[in-house]
């Protein structure tokens, strides 16, 4: 099984950076794949970014890649979301998830451990 640790939620003003990260325990595996989502009041989980947890590389949803990078270190199991030029319309409960399995999963279902999903808001 595997653990899921977030920190970094918060408000920040719209224009603004906010970095998350989520930290990993228990058993690990090389074919893990690790993913951001989010989710407003009202609307479904959406996914934003996700990489391979010993590969290199991230994948994006299209609408949020050029604002959002995702990123890792291997030596401390933690994977981060720096979000950039946030805007209201970012405002979400943001989730770290994990995969077992191959290729890039963008799918809720998909991913079998999650963390406990810090609030971001973003003031206009």
């Known amino acids: 099984q595997v653990q899921l640790v977030e920190s970094g939620g918060g408000l920040v003003q719209a224009g603004g950076s906010l970095r998350l990260a989520c930290a990993a325990s228990?058993?690990?595996?090389?074919?893990?794949?690790m993913g951001w989502f989010r989710q407003a009041p009202g609307k479904e989980r959406e996914f934003v970014a996700g990489?391979?947890?010993?590969?290199?590389?991230?994948y994006y949803a299209d609408s949020l890649q050029g604002r959002f990078s995702i990123s890792r270190d291997n030596a401390k199991n933690m994977v981060y979301l720096q979000m950039n030029n946030l805007e209201p319309e970012d405002t979400a409960v943001y989730y770290c998830?994990?995969?077992?399995?191959?290729?890039?999963?963008?799918?809720?279902?998909?991913?079998?451990?999650w963390g406990q999903g810090p609030q971001v808001t973003v003031s206009s």
């Open positions: 998830a994990a995969a077992a399995l191959l290729g890039a999963p963008t799918r809720a279902g998909e991913f079998e451990y």
């Open positions: 228990g058993r690990t595996f090389s074919r893990l794949v």
């Open positions: 990489i391979s947890w010993l590969g290199a590389g991230g």
